[in-house]
């Protein structure tokens, strides 16, 4: 993107079955973290004064309430996070931190990428979702009609944690379909800890932060991003270059909390959109392409399973085989 080379690399997609988790129920009874937040003994005071304290940290307590800090003490306590850096962004509904990864996080980046030697200064980001501040006006747009969302009503908290463990979910799964994003790493009450896209400079740049040498090429590889991302059964609905990352000579795709599966009310109306916001941004890049095209490119190719019968409980990662063949002659 920046530094001259111009190509990208798709992944291969998993052979899984089942279309996925849009009808499995997803818990949002009281976690470790709010259990942790009632008690808080004399160990979790203390880690609480302490995060409270540091300057970085020093937000409004609509972020970080009680069973937040509940949620960050049972993290370390679990080994995914260490200790924390700096704010990455911070956000209408939600804060971004970078973290220490803790020995399990680590453990599982070894995993991923078959190094046997532990990494040093490994970083993880953390993202802390807002309760009491949000009115949740733009949430329910994604979350009604949703099956998994079914008798939640209009409880904060229990809106949030679902949206989080969906976040989770729809990561796992896009990854799953051959679409590059942040590795999900562990979800706590309102707090998702996932692969952190950064170097020691800072966190990757948007793709409306940089200059693309070679748009053509990106484009092909949005596009069969959100073929695969449909023939998974998602629609990202708030896909822009806003929410693409480049990182490491990569296009990553972020924030898939709002992401929807087909079988919501209004998955047509976010396909749509998502083709026009990717199709007017890379069209201002000089690449030809219409809103239209780029529609009729995802229904053609992507095969998404309709079946509207999964069974609550089903695999929540599970997806359709993805097409393999690069359409980009």
Known sequence: MTDGEGEFGLLETEEVDGVGDEWEEIDVSD?????????????????RKRIKDADQFKVEASV?????????????????????????????????????????ARGASEQSSGDSEEPRGHEVAVKVYRINASDFTDMRGYLDGDPRFE????????VVTAWVRKESSNLKRARRAGVRTPEPIAVERNVLVM???????????RLSEVHIENPDTAYEVVQEYLRRLYDAGLVHGD??????????????IIDLGQAVTIHHPNAEEFLERDC???????ARQGVETTPEELLAYVREYATPDDNEDTAP????DAVPQGRLEDRRE
Request: net charge negative; charged share 30%.
């Open 276 to 282: 026009r916001n990717i199709s007017n941004f890379f």
């Open 31 to 47: 976690t470790d973290a709010d259990r942790i937040a009632r008690k808080r003994d004399r160990e979790f005071s203390e880690f």
């Open 239 to 252: 896909f822009s270059e806003y929410n693409i990352v480049f990182h490491e000579g990569q296009l990553y």
């Open 313 to 316: 409980g089903s695999d929540d």
């Open 151 to 158: 008798g939640i009503g209009s409880d904060k908290k229990k």
């Open 64 to 104: 970080f309430d009680d069973a937040t800090y509940g949620a960050l003490y049972k993290l370390v306590q679990d080994g995914h996070i260490d200790a924390f850096g700096g704010p990455i962004s911070t956000g209408k509904e939600a804060n971004v931190y970078t973290a220490l990864a803790g020995s399990e």
């Open 195 to 205: 692969e952190y896209l950064g170097t020691e400079e800072g966190r990757a740049k």
